[in-house]
């Protein structure tokens, strides 16, 4: 693309909108979409056909070939080649080389023409009829799997609209307890929907040498976190996403826990710490020996509690659920693995060294976090906004106040509808 100085053609009152829908960075090709009453005008300013017709003469949907120019005579006979297609009457997609300086210039040229340079999901937000499409289509850029892609395509083809408006529908006929059956039913949900475009924080954690990254690198399927026979090794957390059964999940590997006096270790123990505080589940690995026997001593005293390795001052929250492994399995004969089957049902053996245990605990990983997962066409709430706008119809439906409730959920799937007060 030439970079000419050019003289731009005075900035004129225009209702288009020009925003790039390719994903930032690099790529072969970035699309850039004009949008408004007068796109394909202004798109045939610049835009030069290989054959004789511009764009405004072209049928809607027909692709057509060109160079992209600066629109005047100085930079009539160069350009960058580029596709371009009117996708209706008010729309126009410019396919041009994925490069940040093409992109940049044609982007430059519209906006010299008046036409809004903006954020496509701006421009999505306000031009979607139904605030769930558009918060659905800004999703499905961030999701990284296909499973939750389809969950997010669902919402997006009116799954979660149509729940809302079968609970406005049992508002409307005074079923007011079937429509919060709805409502919980969807919060319950959003636990999944959360996740769609934000993967699951899983927290390796555990005593130190007992084969926490060796774990880690074999359920990530790479060598990711260095392993080392030597207590402490892990400083650092080390983090990486990955896909079980078709939820992304980002796995860190945490320091080894055990008071130190070592200043840099204790650093690394505070920060796995941190680590373990935000995590959706934590994978306490342990191995047998000392701390076995003490975690066996736990168990005796009390078999409902779950049992845990770590030392006292690192102690887990309540709050976040943890699936127990014990690592090293490798190392025990037959008859101790076959006993403890019987006698440790709540933990999981593997082996980092040989695999064993490894796809059950991937399995056994997938099971705390998605326990019930989405059927097909099932609606699933997936953003703040969408259970901010639930949470306060819960609310309303328990003090009575159903037609705040209806209102609310109105308000969730309607954008001509008041935003609902808090
Ligand atoms: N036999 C056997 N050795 C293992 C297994 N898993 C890890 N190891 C070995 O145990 C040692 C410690 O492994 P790491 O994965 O570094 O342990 P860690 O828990 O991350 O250790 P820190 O980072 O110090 O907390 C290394 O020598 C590993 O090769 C296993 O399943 N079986
Ligand atoms: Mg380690």
């Not at 699933?380 to 259970?387: A, K, L």
Request: aromatic share 2%; with cysteine; hydrophobic share 40%.
């Amino acid at each position: 693309m030439s970079d000419s100085a050019t003289a731009a053609p005075p900035a004129t009152e225009c209702d288009a909108t020009a925003v790039v829908v390719s994903p930032s960075g690099r790529g072969a090709v970035a699309v850039v979409v004009v949008d408004g009453t007068d796109a394909a005008r202004l798109v045939d300013a610049c835009f030069r056909p290989a054959a004789a017709r511009g764009l405004a003469a072209r049928a809607v949907g027909r692709i057509v070939f060109g160079r992209w120019t600066t629109g005047d005579a100085a930079g009539e006979n160069i350009g960058e080649e580029v596709v371009v297609c009117r996708k209706s009457d008010t729309q126009v997609e410019v396919h041009c080389h994925g490069g940040a300086a093409a992109v940049a210039r044609i982007l430059d040229d519209l906006a010299k023409r008046g036409v809004n340079v903006a954020d496509w999901r701006k421009w999505r937000t306000q031009s979607a009829a139904d605030p769930v499409e558009a918060e659905a289509d800004i999703a499905l850029a961030a999701a990284t799997t296909e499973r939750a892609a389809r969950v997010l395509l669902d919402q997006r083809h009116g799954a979660l609209r149509r729940a809302v408006d079968k609970a406005i529908e049992a508002l409307d006929d005074g079923a007011p307890d079937c429509a919060a059956a709805i409502v919980a039913r969807l919060l319950d949900r959003y636990r999944i929907g959360r996740h769609l475009a934000a993967p699951w924080r899983v927290v390796l954690a555990g005593p130190p040498n007992v084969g926490k990254s060796s774990l880690i690198n074999r359920l990530l399927g790479y060598e990711r976190a260095i392993v080392f026979d030597q207590p402490g090794t892990t400083r650092d957390v080390v983090s990486a996403t990955t896909a079980l059964d078709g939820w992304a999940i980002e796995l860190s590997d945490t320091a080894g826990l055990r008071e130190s006096s070592d200043a840099l270790e204790q650093a690394g123990v505070d920060r796995a710490r941190a680590q373990i505080e935000r995590a959706d589940l934590v994978v306490l690995v342990d191995v047998d020996g000392e701390t076995g026997d003490r975690r066996q001593e736990q168990h005796s005293e009390n078999p409902l509690s779950p049992v845990s390795c770590l030392p006292p001052s690192c102690t887990l929250p309540p709050s976040i659920p943890a699936l127990q492994v014990l690592n090293k399995s490798d190392l025990r004969s037959g008859d101790e693995l076959r006993a403890a089957a019987s006698t440790e049902r709540d933990l999981l053996h593997t082996s980092a060294k040989t695999g064993q245990g490894i796809a059950e605990l991937a399995a056994a990983i997938v099971a705390r976090l998605v326990a019930e997962p989405p059927s097909p066409g099932e609606a699933v709430p997936f953003t703040g906004r969408q259970t901010q706008c639930l949470e306060r119809a819960a609310c309303a439906l328990r003090e009575q106040r159903l037609h705040d409730a209806s209102a609310g959920l109105r308000g969730m799937i309607d954008r001509q509808w008041p935003a609902p007060s808090p």
